[in-house]
DNA sequence: ATGATCTCCGATCAATAAGGTCGGACTAAG
DNA sequence: CTTAGTCCGACCTTATTGATCGGAGATCAT
């Protein structure tokens, strides 16, 4: 339960990669193309592709054409958030479907609906744990997770 | 993203509704059928009781046939948590396919893959807050109108 | 300047899982 | 014994994800 998709996997290894290597200390400033990634991690070219394409149209890597060309990370890797790159993805977070009802929706549940207000703490304490969380925390070391329970006792890394 | 399915919705609704009826002040003790969770929520009655009957199976309530028959909880609301709800319904948590590899398998990534341990550790926090949040926080009732008790509020334990 | 090549890009198809439905088996009351 | 009401298991339909194909744009070499 709560699987992240395929597409949301590549796309944190992709990430992860270009960052590696635009920040790294050995070919510093390098666009690094499609082809390089998929081979790197064994996933399909045609897929990360796309993936990356949809990336580029929310504003976190650039994307430059031709040959000599590829992707580059639009931010600096502790301005990048895991939440933003997830929701890049699958869209905006969401446990339930009465998450994000604008006026006038409702389920059809809703009248007697007891769980959505415990089900919406559990959501922002996910969604705290993932907007805190950076792609610069998933280079090399170990990160620092922290994470508010609705129970109101934290719970640490 | 991360969005649960509505058979662990209407499994958290029928919990809570189950738990509300036997614990409650009108009748305690009284066994609750299908039919009539479905009703009060609006939930497709078979497919409902499909859920229910995963539930039974994985012992988080008990099934009692023929006329006057239903359901009952198997524990007490304190001692079922949420965890083991959505767990029952939808399989163990996995925020990454490779959270539960057994040994031999690999996904095709894994030789340089940097990304599964900061997920393997947001994982364990979700696992956490989950764990730690149990049926009885959803009671209290704080339905869509109602004023919050400040004495029966949903979220501590 | 121009051709050729390499890249990104948008639309399309197949596989998988979820959501929902149907009829049968069992139990207990009348 | 009959009958009504319940749970139970297998089946079908729909939606989402995973994967794929051909085309458009841009850059470099000639």
Redesign the interface.
């Known amino acids: 339960?709560?699987?992240?998709?395929?597409k949301?996997?590549y796309a944190?290894?992709a990430l992860?990669?270009i960052a590696?290597v635009q920040f790294g200390d050995v070919t510093p400033g390098r666009v690094v193309n499609t082809k390089e990634i998929a081979e790197?991690?064994?996933?399909p070219l045609e897929l990360l592709a796309k993936v990356l394409q949809t990336l580029a149209k929310n504003a976190l890597i650039e994307s430059h054409n031709g040959p000599k060309g590829g992707y580059l990370l639009a931010r600096r890797a502790h301005q990048i958030t895991?939440a933003q790159i997830?929701?890049s993805?699958?869209?905006?977070?969401?446990?339930?479907?009465c998450s994000h009802e604008k006026d006038g929706e409702f389920c059809?549940?809703?009248?007697?609906?007891?769980?959505?207000?415990?089900?919406l703490?559990?959501q922002d304490?996910?969604a705290q744990?993932?907007n805190n969380?950076t792609l610069q925390?998933?280079?090399g070391g170990?990160?620092l997770?922290t994470?508010q329970?609705?129970?109101?006792?934290g719970?640490e890394?």
């Open positions: 339960m709560l699987k992240i998709s395929k949301a996997d944190l290894m992860q990669h590696a790197e991690y064994n996933i895991i997830l929701e993805i699958e869209g905006p977070l969401g446990i339930t479907d059809m549940q809703r009248e007697n609906c007891h769980i959505r207000t415990p089900l703490k559990v304490s996910i744990l993932l969380m925390d998933m280079m170990t990160p997770i994470i329970s609705p129970t109101a006792q719970v890394r």
